[in-house]
């Protein structure tokens, strides 16, 4: 099993214009047959994983055929959500079951939470150094 991967974070554009540094990792999603490269933003303060509106429908999903509706909080308290699982990877990481609320709200990142990103991965921040370091749960 590959070691740790270590990753810079990336800036990102706030709402006002202002670039600040964010800790962001690539990975494969897959749903069905289909699959796309995505960027998701770590997100510790996130109870849920948050998949985009058209993210979803990237990788062949149907809005009306997902039934368990998801609730919301924050700033996308207000915004629909259904539950979809699909599989993520990281790097050369064998695959997981990841469990998305997929939401109809407008621009909103990809967002990877405690349910179940951290659930699946350990990660270490590193913020002075701007970088942080990803593994498979129990990858020693």
């Given at each position: 099993?590959?070691?740790?991967m270590?990753?810079p974070?990336?800036?990102?554009?706030n709402?006002?214009?202002?670039v600040?540094?964010?800790?962001?990792?690539?990975l494969?999603?897959?749903?069905q047959?289909?699959?796309?490269?995505?960027?998701?933003l770590l997100?510790?303060g996130?109870?849920v994983n948050?998949?985009p509106?058209?993210l979803g429908v990237?990788?062949?999903?149907?809005w009306?055929?997902?039934s368990?509706?998801?609730?919301?909080?924050?700033?996308?308290?207000?915004?629909?959500a259904?539950?979809?699982?699909?599989?993520g990877t990281v790097g050369?990481?064998?695959?997981?079951?990841?469990?998305?609320?997929w939401?109809?709200?407008?621009l909103?990142?990809?967002l990877?939470g405690?349910v179940?990103?951290f659930?699946?991965?350990?990660v270490c921040?590193?913020?002075?150094?701007?970088t942080?370091?990803?593994g498979?749960?129990?990858?020693?």
């Amino acid at each position: 099993m590959p070691k740790n991967m270590r990753f810079p974070y990336v800036p990102m554009r706030n709402a006002r214009g202002e670039v600040a540094l964010r800790p962001q990792v690539p990975l494969t999603l897959t749903y069905q047959d289909k699959f796309i490269e995505v960027t998701g933003l770590l997100d510790t303060g996130a109870d849920v994983n948050v998949l985009p509106y058209q993210l979803g429908v990237a990788l062949g999903a149907v809005w009306s055929a997902q039934s368990t509706t998801v609730g919301l909080s924050g700033n996308l308290a207000n915004s629909e959500a259904r539950g979809i699982i699909v599989s993520g990877t990281v790097g050369q990481f064998a695959p997981v079951r990841l469990a998305f609320a997929w939401t109809r709200a407008e621009l909103v990142p990809l967002l990877l939470g405690q349910v179940n990103f951290f659930m699946e991965f350990d990660v270490c921040f590193y913020g002075s150094q701007g970088t942080f370091e990803l593994g498979p749960k129990g990858n020693q």
